[in-house]
C-alpha cells in the first residue's frame, strides 16, 4: 500500500474478535506512537497497554456507572450524549470489547498533553492499519477525566498524580471475515481547503 492509500483506508473499528493481538504487532504499534512528533520533543506521552480482559471489564464497568449518572444538556457533544444514554440503557462497553486498550496520558499542565497524544494515537492508528489490525479512537477516559474512580482504578495501572488521560485506543483484529479492517475509504463531505 503507498502511503496516501494506507491514511484514506484507515478506517474505525467497533467490533472486534476475539483473537489476542501478537505482541510483535502490539510492539510495533506502540512504537509507532513513541515515536510521534511532541511539542518541544518533551516526549511526555505515557503509554499504558491493557490486555486483561478483567481490568478492561472494570474500566468499562466504572465508565458506564459514571456516565449514566451525568445529565444531559442540549448542548452536550453528539457522542458524549449516546455513551451517557448507552450507560442509561446498561451494557454499554466503551472500548467495543477489543482484546486491547491502549490508554495515552500525559501531564495535566502541559500545554500540548492533548496534542502530543493525538499525534501517537494517529500514529498508531495508521500503523495498526498497516499490520491488518483494527482500531478506534477512544475519548470516554478523557471524558471522565476527573471521575475519581477511575482515576483511582487507572493509578493502579500506572498513571501518576499528575497524569491525566487524553485519549485512548481500542486495537484488535476485526469481527469480519478474515480479521481484516473495513478499508473502503470514506468520501470527504468537510474538511474544506484554502490555498492562499
Not at 99 to 128: R, S
Not at 146 to 172: F, H, K, M, N, Q
Request: glycine share 8%; net charge neutral; with cysteine.
Amino acid at each position: 500500500m503507498d502511503y496516501l492509500e494506507w491514511i484514506k483506508s484507515r478506517r474505525s473499528t467497533r467490533k472486534y474478535q476475539t483473537r489476542p493481538v501478537e505482541d510483535e504487532k502490539l510492539t510495533q504499534v506502540i512504537e509507532a506512537g513513541r515515536y510521534a512528533p511532541s511539542g518541544g520533543n518533551n516526549q511526555t506521552t505515557h503509554f499504558i497497554v491493557i490486555r486483561n480482559p478483567e481490568v478492561l471489564d472494570r474500566l468499562a464497568k466504572l465508565a458506564e456507572q459514571a456516565f449514566a449518572k451525568m445529565e444531559e444538556p442540549p448542548d452536550m457533544y453528539r457522542s458524549l450524549r449516546s455513551a451517557v444514554q448507552a450507560s442509561k440503557r446498561g451494557g454499554y462497553v466503551f472500548h467495543y470489547h477489543a482484546p486491547v486498550l491502549i490508554v495515552t496520558a500525559n501531564q495535566k499542565n502541559y500545554g500540548n498533553n492533548m496534542v502530543d497524544c493525538a499525534c501517537a494515537l494517529e500514529n498508531m492508528m495508521l500503523m495498526a492499519n498497516g499490520l491488518d489490525l483494527g482500531s478506534c479512537w477512544i475519548n470516554q477516559l478523557r471524558w471522565l477525566n476527573e471521575d475519581p474512580e477511575i482515576l483511582a482504578a487507572l493509578r493502579v495501572l500506572g498513571l501518576t498524580e499528575d497524569e491525566r488521560v487524553y485519549g485512548s485506543l481500542a486495537l484488535g483484529y476485526a469481527d469480519r471475515e478474515g480479521g481484516l479492517p473495513d478499508r473502503r475509504p470514506l468520501p470527504r463531505t468537510g474538511n474544506p481547503v484554502t490555498y492562499v
